[in-house]
């Protein structure tokens, strides 16, 4: 049961590629990014914890300042499989701020070693014109449990954005690989390698992102 879970996971993740890559148009730009941050996590309650996190993005093969994220926000979990979460975040670029709001759902799986979750998010992202676009992500994500401190994983999302019509709702997907390295009882390094692509689009933006980040648990 376990092998053949395994089994349908990759199969659906490689047919998203697939699939979203024939929708794709031509590319506009390919480019390499570096997003990197710190995130503490505090509980003030048995049900309820703080996190406070701030990241900068980097784009234009590494070289510029794209961007810098400051989240503020309260997670909620009154169950062990299920849990909620709303986040205050400010997106800083040279010219410009931008405030937006995140609200997500999270529901969880253990099988054996293997750990998945569901995540259901809304947030409603600034666009390239300077509007507000209302999104729904849906992403898949699967944790193999390594006796150590490595935890290596996988994970999928794809964007939906709603009351939209001016052509097709779904237009971007992300697919990540990476892993969580234990460095103390609190404390962990994540690092991944993502790849974000657009689709259902005449030009596409692709960009390839390096991630590191820090978590601290008080």
């Known amino acids: 049961m376990y092998k053949s879970h395994k089994k349908l996971i990759l199969v659906l993740l490689l047919n998203l590629l697939i699939t979203t890559n024939l ?14 941050g710190v995130e503490v996590q505090y509980d003030i309650h048995e049900l309820f914890e703080l ?4 990241q900068i ?8 300042f794209e961007s810098n994220l400051i989240d503020i926000g309260v997670q909620y979990k009154p169950l062990d499989f299920m849990k909620f979460a709303a ?44 509007d507000n676009e209302y999104y729904l992500r849906n992403r898949l994500e699967l944790y193999y ?17 709603f009351n ?19 460095i103390a009882k609190n404390q962990k390094l994540t690092l991944h ?9 005449k030009k596409i933006d692709i960009k390839r992102v390096i991630g590191l980040f820090y978590t601290i648990e008080l």
Do not use: C
Not at 26 to 35: C, F, R, Y
Not at 193 to 201: A, L
């Open 87 to 130: 986040f205050y975040r400010l997106k800083s670029r040279t010219d410009e701020k931008n405030h937006v709001l995140i609200l997500s759902a999270y529901a969880e799986k253990e099988i054996k070693r293997l750990s998945m979750e569901y995540r259901l998010r809304f947030d409603n992202e600034p666009n390239q014109d300077k």
């Open 164 to 182: 939209y019509d001016k052509g097709d709702r779904f237009n971007s997907y992300r697919l990540r690989i990476g892993t969580d390295f234990k």
């Open 193 to 201: 390698y993502t790849y974000d692509s657009e689709f259902n689009m």
């Open 23 to 36: 929708m794709a148009g031509k590319i506009k730009s390919n480019d390499l990014n570096m997003w990197s």
């Open 145 to 161: 449990n390594i006796k150590g401190p490595v935890d290596p994983f996988i994970s999928g999302e794809l964007f939906y954005r």
């Open 57 to 64: 993005r980097f784009d234009q093969d590494i070289s510029k």
């Open 51 to 54: 996190q406070v996190s701030e």
